[in-house]
């Protein structure tokens, strides 16, 4: 068996121990309950089993026994492979937190009129946000006679898309809110469209 069924040489005992550590499922031996609700790594139920019954099983497939519904009556365990069990939650809790951060709107602001170094320094931060999975939301700011000069703001705004195309698409096109003019960039999904937009 691949776990605490096996004897495995120190360093390797260490390294587990370091893991087990900071694990939050019990495994094998490590499962005090007589009596488990089994369930086989393909999702069949093998039913309510004695403890020593599951772990014997689970040696014979050369995988584990996992604790994973600890409060249940009796617990509920799985004969999996530990180690891609892990992975697998790993990759979902991954995958949650690239959708949370999907989900979050960053915002730049520029003046009507904005200097060039100030313009990059903006366009460098709202690259990072959107390489991070963040969307973007680019304003252009006008006050009082300052909105009789849309078309300074519009070709600014469009500045900005263009200096992101490599990244980022439009989510939302350009659109006034009251004095603002507004638009709003997500990341582009497909990295490799992005790598094929740099190289051309």
């Known amino acids: 068996m691949k776990s605490s069924l096996t004897h495995n040489n120190p ?3 260490g390294m587990r121990q370091d893991k087990d550590s900071q694990r939050k499922h019990k495994i094998n031996n490590e499962i005090k309950a007589n009596e488990l609700r089994v369930i086989d790594s393909n999702g069949e139920m093998l039913g309510i089993l004695p403890r020593n019954e599951a772990l014997r099983i689970a040696e014979e497939r050369e995988i584990d026994l ?3 519904v600890p409060t249940a009556n009796p617990p509920v365990c799985k004969i999996i492979d530990y180690g891609k069990f892990i992975y697998e939650i790993q990759k979902k809790e991954k995958q949650q937190k690239k959708n949370q951060a999907a989900s979050q709107l960053k915002e730049i602001r520029f003046k009507w009129r904005t200097a060039t170094h100030d313009f990059n320094f903006k366009v460098k931060h709202a ?4 390489e991070e999975g963040s969307k973007v939301k680019a304003s252009v700011m006008f006050r009082g006679r300052e909105i ?5 703001g519009k070709e600014l705004l469009e500045k900005f898309i263009e200096e992101m195309t490599d990244i980022a698409k439009l989510d939302q096109p350009l659109k006034f809110e009251g004095k603002n003019l507004s638009v709003i960039l997500t990341p582009l999904k497909v990295k490799g469209k992005q790598a094929a937009s740099k190289k051309d």
């Open 127 to 130: 690259r990072a946000f959107i």
């Open 148 to 152: 009789t000069h849309q078309e300074i």
């Open 11 to 13: 360093q390797q005992v």
């Open 66 to 68: 996992v604790e994973i």
